[in-house]
């Protein structure tokens, strides 16, 4: 009977959690198209247009990566306070806190890139066309730090009250609003001077003021949110808010840095191997990246449902929501892994209809099938600890798998070995199964079932 009883409760839980997730996994396809909508648009105009956006965007990646981490602590920190039954009003002073953070934060990182711009342009010896366009692009996106900011602590806010459709109504607002505008400012439409590359910028930055606003208006519009009061000006406790964002986010900017550190490099590595292996891991890379959306967004899910738990004391909910939130994530994995396993060649077409390219990227799409399994898992079993706001001992153990493990494994198999580039897939495949096995084994280590 109980097997009966706890089956039902899992049925329950994966229910909860995918109403929760499904926005959120739209509002982040929504963020990756944003990108990709700048990419096609930079691409048309002309390809040192596109040389600049790319090289552009990559150099505000990392910092983007890193601040989107330390932002994540908000959904655990005020999921737990939800939870806990804490007033509205106590939370909406943490959350003005974080925004405050947010701000602060966010001009350091507009600084940051201000003075990298030069050095680390200088260092990829670019063409004097494409660097100067390049600098111009990414000096202007530097400026969007503050508003991304805000608007990572914003959504987290929403995502831990369980109001998952705000993000995903900001998203797409901002998505609109970015193509239409990066299409009028580049091309010089409406009667206004085209500006190219610098164009896309401006809208990005517009396009996240406005994503600003949206959250402004729905958290004004929504009785739960609305009661956080996030512009009422009051004085935040710095001292102990930055402190609470800063132990349990600093291990997640980490963690998501790391990770991002390791796809980089990897795509270095296989520059050594020639243009068309190139072209053939981004093609497989793309397509992990895109399907890793959906358990990327089951671990926010994941995270907002087991802070609730936590918050309330109830440890045996814990365990089944983080279980739960795991198996969802394995469940997609083995579907997505069959599609990238069994239909390579309908994959690739999508992307590319040359031979050579197609032929070895299907062949990385049979690996970044196994990739997928150990990726989905790591990512829910990540998020299901943010939810119990165990975060430095997943950032050691993940960090030593990507560069202790698998980012050397990946050298030593590519280059030292007769694989080649197929060895940078399989150090990648060693160091996420080894993180989601090391995550896994945290997580039902501290939150036992029964």
Request: proline letters at 4%; glycine letters at 12%; hydrophobic letters at 60%.
């Amino acid at each position: 009977m109980r097997s009966v009883s706890l089956a039902g409760a899992f049925r329950d839980e994966a229910r909860q959690n995918l109403a929760l997730a499904l926005p959120l996994i739209a509002a982040q396809i929504s963020f990756v198209a944003t990108g990709t909508v700048d990419t096609i648009l930079a691409g048309r105009l002309s390809a040192d247009a596109l040389a600049a956006v790319a090289v552009g965007a990559n150099v505000w990646f990392l910092p983007f990566v890193f601040f989107m981490g330390v932002f994540m602590a908000v959904s655990p920190i005020v999921a737990q306070r939800v939870g806990a039954g804490h007033a509205a009003e106590r939370t909406g002073l943490f959350v003005r806190g974080a925004i405050v953070v947010a701000l602060v934060l966010g001009v350091g990182w507009t600084l940051i890139l201000q003075a990298i711009a030069d050095p680390v342009l200088d260092l990829l010896a670019l063409a004097p066309r494409v660097r100067a366009m390049s600098e111009g692009y990414l000096r202007v996106l530097a400026l969007a730090g503050a508003p991304f900011c805000m608007c990572f602590v914003m959504r987290s806010a929403a995502e831990a009250h369980g109001l998952t459709r705000i993000p995903l109504v900001a998203g797409l607002t901002g998505l609109a609003f970015n193509a239409g505008a990066a299409w009028v400012l580049m091309y010089g439409k409406l009667g206004l001077p085209a500006l190219g590359a610098v164009g896309t910028a401006l809208a990005t930055l517009a396009a996240a003021w406005v994503m600003v606003a949206v959250y402004g208006v729905l958290f004004a519009l929504s009785s739960t949110l609305r009661q956080l009061a996030v512009w009422r000006w009051e004085r935040p406790r710095m001292d102990r808010d930055m402190f609470e964002i800063a132990s349990v986010g600093g291990p997640i900017a980490l963690i998501l840095t790391a990770e991002a550190w390791l796809f980089i490099i990897g795509a270095l590595m296989m520059a050594r191997f020639g243009g068309d292996v190139v072209a053939a891991h981004q093609v497989a890379i793309n397509f992990a990246s895109l399907t890793f959306m959906v358990p990327l967004s089951i671990g926010l899910a994941t995270t907002v449902r087991v802070g609730h738990a936590a918050g309330a004391g109830r440890s045996d909910e814990v365990a089944l929501r983080g279980r739960a939130g795991m198996l969802l994530g394995a469940g997609f994995a083995l579907v997505s892994a069959t599609v990238m396993a069994l239909a390579p060649g309908r994959v690739v077409a999508v992307y590319t209809d040359a031979p050579g390219v197609a032929a070895l990227a299907a062949r990385f799409l049979g690996f970044a099938a196994v990739f997928q399994l150990a990726d989905c898992v790591q990512a829910t079993a990540n998020g299901a600890l943010r939810g119990i706001k165990d975060t430095r001992l997943p950032m050691c153990i993940t960090v030593g798998a990507y560069w202790m493990v698998g980012l050397p494994l990946s050298a030593w198999l590519a280059f030292g070995t007769a694989l080649g580039p197929v060895g940078i897939w399989m150090g990648f495949i060693a160091g996420l199964g080894l993180a989601a096995v090391g995550l896994s084994w945290r997580f039902l280590r501290r939150a036992p079932l029964g």
